[in-house]
């Protein structure tokens, strides 16, 4: 027998309630609940390290006060929006020179996809053995005769310059967008495109009016998953970046990492901070591309 | 035509260059994980491990790596054992959603979709340190079931996705034929939706399993150090900013899973470009 509350809702059946309820429940109690919990103890809740001052915005406002917070956050930002930014250019330049057919676009369209399957920590290994003062790139330097001590080879990693958490990001990132595009070039197909050049667009214009349209969907789901992972990705800044000051992530891990353990509380301010900041920027990203969209009479 | 495209000269030139930069540095890193002595500036080690070997009084390069102190055994079963549990439970606990996510329609879908892409766009930081006091609370950090736990919520989303797209996929006519046809509800299942489901749930569990087998973070939190995967042990070696033979091993030793994830589905499943169906 039914319950009375499927009644009320003639659109789902029980059984297919039954089909969502494992799903809904293990999203709801792990990830919700790490999200709940997250906020609460941000906000003073501890009981269990015998602390409960709930709600208390001591902990926000002892973070935003100080100087450290904001430099964090702006090297977290700079990397994520930079890395982002570059592997994008590259990526929609990738998924269109794929759409051309040339000899061994088999080989080279598969290849382009290996930093997509294999651990961050790979690509790190990678910059630290390419981008390191003694590193092959600094050997080839040396080779060009362009320096002729490793001290002279500017410093790329564990800068604030990031150039190496960058780096790792664009290698590891620009296959998972040029997929997404590349994907969505070749099912929209090349009809419109030749439509126009036949009827005398240049190249710039079937770019801006019949190409970009049509990738810009998967270049914001794409570019979104991206940012998000980089403000919180903590092992390529942690091992390659400036070490002071720490993107919000590696701050976070230290607060929790510290003998005094109050400073957890510190340490989830810092992690609703980074989701915070995060979710703002994608609203508005989402935002800009709704309007986008609207401007196209697509939604 | 030649006026809308770029040329193929240039193309292949460009894709070239990409490829070069994704791939060409692993031929240093395995030249590394050989190499006994190599000074700057040579392009090439002075010295190899194979000829020090006889000397050194400790294992050396691959010998190190292939020996059990480098827990590199251990790394490698751990993670193939915590993808493949995390695989199917998350394959058990999407399938049956993903059939009403993509036949049905009903209040709150739009909404309930959106909750379950987030764990894409919410920081990974945030979710591993907020499981990390949870699982201490109810004892489960430090264990194979924290993890593996965990690791479902970066793979449901791609998941359910990629399931939800395969039923979109298949016409529910061939079910709804099969049972007037007298097909009992686990025959049609059986006979009629899994076969023709089957390549779909198979890219679903291969990326699945490539997700979990790459995360780092929330093995890291919740693993205590006492449980070492692939992506962690070579973090731990690495973690100092230099990279010495062995490490280069390890870290050519954590690129094989994904090499042969990729090259099944180059072969057989049109290449992860499900991952981006939709």
Redesign the interface.
């Known amino acids: 027998m039914p319950s009375p509350i499927w009644r009320r809702r003639p659109t789902l059946q029980r059984q297919q309630v039954l089909g969502l309820l494992p799903l809904g429940v293990v999203m709801i109690v792990l990830f919700g609940g790490a999200l709940a919990l997250a906020l609460l103890q941000s906000l003073g809740f501890a009981p269990w390290l015998g602390i409960n001052s709930f709600p208390d915005v001591s902990y926000f406002i002892a973070l935003w006060g100080g100087a450290s917070f904001w430099w964090s956050l702006w090297f977290t930002l700079y990397y994520s929006l930079a890395a982002t930014v570059i592997a994008l250019v590259l990526a929609i330049l990738l998924a269109l020179g794929l759409t051309r057919a040339f000899p061994g676009r088999a080989v080279f369209g598969s290849l382009y996809k290996l930093p997509l399957v294999v651990p961050y920590a790979v690509g790190i290994a990678l910059a630290v053995i390419m981008m390191g003062n003694g590193g092959v790139l600094s050997r080839l330097a040396f080779a060009l005769g362009w320096i002729d001590d490793p001290a002279q080879f500017p410093l790329l990693l564990t800068t604030n310059a990031g150039w190496g958490v960058i780096a790792v990001y664009v290698w590891k990132q620009l296959p998972f967008m040029a997929l997404a595009i590349h994907a969505v070039l070749i099912s929209a197909g090349r009809e419109q495109a030749e439509a126009a050049a036949v009827l005398g667009a240049n190249r710039r214009q079937i770019f801006r009016e019949i190409t970009w349209p049509q990738i810009v969907p998967g270049i914001v789901s794409s570019t979104l998953i991206c940012f998000a992972f980089n403000m919180g990705a903590f092992e390529a800044p942690f091992i390659l970046g400036g070490g002071f000051p720490d993107t919000l992530p590696v701050m976070a891990w230290r607060y929790f990492n510290d003998a005094d353990y109050t400073l957890q509380l510190q340490g989830m301010a810092v992690v609703v901070s980074i989701g915070l900041v995060a979710g703002m920027m994608i609203a508005v990203y989402l935002a800009t591309y709704r309007r986008y969209e609207r401007s196209l009479g697509r939604v | 035509?030649a006026?809308?495209?770029?040329?193929?000269?240039?193309?292949?030139f460009?894709?070239?260059l990409?490829?070069l930069?994704?791939?060409g540095?692993?031929v240093?890193?395995l030249v590394?994980s050989f190499a006994f002595q190599w000074d700057?500036?040579?392009?090439l080690p002075s010295e190899w491990w194979f000829t020090a070997r006889d000397r050194a009084r400790l294992p050396l390069g691959w010998d190190y790596v292939l020996s059990p102190y480098s827990r590199l055994g251990e790394a490698v079963l751990n993670t193939v054992l915590i993808g493949s549990a995390t695989t199917l439970i998350c394959l058990?606990?999407?399938l049956?959603?993903a059939?009403?996510?993509a036949r049905?329609?009903?209040?709150g879908k739009r909404a309930?979709e959106f909750?379950?892409s987030?764990?894409?766009?919410?920081?990974?930081?945030?979710?591993g340190?907020?499981?990390?006091?949870?699982f201490v609370?109810v004892g489960l950090a430090g264990s194979y079931a924290g993890i593996i736990?965990?690791h479902?919520?970066p793979t449901?989303p791609y998941m359910?996705r990629m399931l939800t797209a395969v039923y979109q996929g298949l016409d529910r006519g061939f079910e709804e034929q099969a049972r007037v046809l007298g097909a009992s509800r686990s025959q049609a299942l059986r006979l009629v939706t899994i076969p023709m489901l089957l390549p779909g749930i198979l890219a679903g569990c291969l990326f699945t399993f490539?997700v979990s087998?790459?995360l780092?973070?929330l093995t890291?939190l919740l693993g205590q150090g006492k449980i070492i995967t692939?992506?962690t042990l070579?973090?731990a070696k690495?973690?100092g900013?230099?990279?010495d033979a062995s490490?280069?091993g390890i870290?050519l030793v954590?690129?094989l899973?994904?090499?042969v994830?990729?090259l099944i589905s180059?072969r057989y499943l049109n290449?992860?470009?499900q991952?981006?169906?939709r």
């Open positions: 035509m006026r809308s495209q770029a040329s193929p000269h240039a193309a292949r460009y894709v070239v990409i490829v930069f994704m791939v540095p692993f240093p890193l590394q700057w500036p040579n392009l058990a606990i999407c049956p959603a059939r009403v996510l049905e329609d009903f209040a309930f909750y379950l987030m764990p894409l766009i919410v920081p990974e930081a945030a979710v340190l907020a499981l990390s006091v949870m609370r736990i965990a479902l919520i449901i359910v490539l087998t790459n780092f973070l890291f692939l992506p070579l973090f690495i973690s900013g230099s990279l490490a280069a870290a954590a690129t899973p994904g090499i994830l990729l180059e290449g992860l470009n991952l981006t169906g």
